[in-house]
């Protein structure tokens, strides 16, 4: 596969357009709006890159690389391990049922792009029963020969992106804002990939309390516009 193919793959699974329902979640950011955590620019940029630095790059991150390595490899049973790490992992209901909504959802795509070489991960995805999310995006990079930091690195983009997009409904927040923040990420993912990709499991970590707080809290907030 060309490196230019390879690229436009890359940006086809990082891309807002892929159907897997991210726009309806925004992981907590919402209900720390709610309750004042979360008012301006610089307060989702503090939430949004704390959950970057502590949380998703140290957990969610290495997660991924070790799933496209085990996709590669073909090694089913790794792949099965951590995709039930992965679902264990959740703190809340909510949370769960988003990775495995869109698990399901991205299941479903691999079959719609009707490409017979995709057989192999359709059919190791269906072995799996509840499908977390980053466990059918891996399979899907792999699949396209990505390289594994390109993949780490857009998938923590896609991420932040939507955590951003989150953010400008919510608060809200101007466009001119999202972008800046968008930008002060980005400059940040490249060295969080890096580390990703160094991480051994053992120092895997997503303790973020105020995270899972938020989450849980959202599970009975009144009034809300996403599903987490």
Do not use: C
């Amino acid at each position: 596969m060309s490196s230019s193919l390879q690229l436009a793959r890359l940006l086809q699974l990082a891309s807002p357009a892929l159907p897997v329902g991210a726009y309806t979640y925004s992981q907590g950011l919402e209900w720390a709006v709610e309750s004042g955590v979360i008012r301006d620019e610089a307060s989702a940029g503090r939430w949004i890159g704390d959950l970057l630095h502590h949380g998703i790059g140290r957990y969610e991150a290495p997660l991924v690389f070790a799933l496209v390595r085990a996709w590669t490899a073909g090694n089913v049973s790794e792949i099965a391990r951590l995709n039930e790490e992965f679902l264990a992992s959740r703190e809340s209901a909510e949370l769960r049922a988003e990775t495995a909504q869109m698990g399901f959802s991205l299941h479903r795509l691999v079959r719609d792009l009707r490409d017979p070489g995709l057989a192999g991960v359709e059919s190791t995805l269906a072995g799996l029963g509840e499908i977390a999310f980053p466990t059918g995006w891996a399979g899907l990079a792999a699949y396209w020969q990505i390289d594994p930091e390109a993949a780490v690195a857009a998938y923590l983009w896609s991420w932040a992106e939507n955590q951003v997009m989150a953010a400008l409904k919510a608060v809200p927040l101007g466009q001119a804002a999202g972008q800046r923040l968008l930008a002060s990420l980005g400059a940040a993912i490249p060295s969080a990939a890096v580390d990703a990709l160094k991480l051994p499991e053992t120092e895997w970590s997503n303790f973020t309390p105020a995270f899972a707080i938020a989450s849980a809290r959202h599970e009975t907030q009144y009034s809300r516009l996403f599903r987490s």
